[in-house]
């Protein structure tokens, strides 16, 4: 074991958006805290909306009031233990540092609104990201909204798009098609060119926009060239809105959207993916921003396959064994132990639920047992374990909840937030 490793204040067992976010709050406060983390999840797959609950019958109600119903719904649910001022509490924290997510907010209450996706349909949501279009009281009959798609991913969802809106609204909706090769010929020399369209993906196309985001000038003329071949000059003040897939960006998004908002004189706006998509990188960067300015120490990939304590301490510290793919084994020492391995993509010696029993039942914690409202493993000898859960794992861990129970109900990132900022806190103060 290397002996000069400094015992961790708080080991963080992966680096989805749980892990990150616990780190954030933790390291704010200066507790000696590090991520080990096999490295990919649920969290690289995110779609781009912050979904905290959404129960079918109740869309657009105060999430306070969604809170109540599911206790009496499903009284297992991880958010049995959370309060509504303590779920607030956690939104009104994460927005402060993010504030390119939109949380909608209604009488100072969180609610759930309809954005729209790549696909047509609204989907009902807690916050999105703010370039996300979700302004449909400004689609009325008359009003003519554009959609600006890339004919080289040959993405025929659009139509899907088209149809929707015009159903439910009753606008008129115009597709153009772009050709990202002949726009980048416009923009950058033929060899950049080529290497740029050789192997084209969303990530180049966003870096594409990242680098020319401060003169977007020839897009926006692009796309109004492409627009009057369409329509009669009398029908572009009828246009209310241009919308996009959301690949306008990875670093500089906020700014291109603006940049475009000011050239077309009209609001520009991206569309929810319902797949995986440059919005979760864009929320990825802005945690590692965040942390690397804090120094905060992120360890890839290792994986847990073993916990064992160390009983001769005054109090228990717990040695974890991470294992680096072919590479030798490393030990880490702490006093706390974060879980935030989701539920997805657990390796290691959290893979299967006979692994995990194993592994827990070696030091004594039986995990039939609910955890604490502080998500915290019960210990046989004592309440306390100093092993917490947040995110998708708590799931994992609960015998009693099915993989069904985690979708049912939409609680993806608002679960990541909630319990990883309560737990966080709750560590904070024990300490
Ligand atoms: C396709 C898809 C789209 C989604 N879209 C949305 C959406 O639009 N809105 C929304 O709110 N939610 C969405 N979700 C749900 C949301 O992404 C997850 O609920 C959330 O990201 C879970 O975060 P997490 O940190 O709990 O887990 P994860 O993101 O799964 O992170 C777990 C981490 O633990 C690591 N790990 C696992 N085992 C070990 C081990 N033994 N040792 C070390 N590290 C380990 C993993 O490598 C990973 O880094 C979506 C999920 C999917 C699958």
Known sequence: MNKSKPILDVCIIGSGYAGLNAARILSSHK???????SGYGASQLWAGTFDFLNLDNFKHEKIQNQLEILKDLSPLH?????EYDRVKESFINFSKEFPMI?????????MNKNVLTLIGNLKPCLGVWKTVFNEFESLKPNRIVILVDFIEFNNTSMYLVKKSLEVKFLCEVIIIEISFFELTTLCIDERENTYLNSRLSETRIGRFFDKHCKDLKIFSDFIITILSKKMENS???????????PILGLENNIEIIDQLTGLLKKPCRELVALSPSLLSRRLENSFKEILEERNFKIHKPFTL????????????IWILTFKKRNEMEVKVKAKNILIATGSLFS???LESSDLMKKTFNKINIDLSNQPTNNFELVHRNSDKS??????????????DL????EIKFFTGLGLAITTSYNVANFIIKSK
Request: glycine share 4%; hydrophobic share 30%; aromatic share 16%.
């Open 31 to 37: 507790i000696k805290a590090e991520i080990y983390s």
């Open 402 to 405: 099915t993989d069904e129970d």
């Open 386 to 399: 100093h092993i917490y859960l947040c995110g998708s794992s708590i799931y994992f861990f609960n015998e």
């Open 102 to 110: 939109d949380l909608f907010i209604k009488d100072g209450e969180f």
């Open 235 to 245: 029908q572009i003040p009828k246009i209310e809105a241009y919308l996009f897939p």
């Open 347 to 349: 390796t290691g010696c």
């Open 305 to 316: 396959i073993d916990i064992e304590f160390n009983s001769c301490q005054s109090r228990k």
């Open 78 to 82: 991880p958010y049995r233990n959370l």
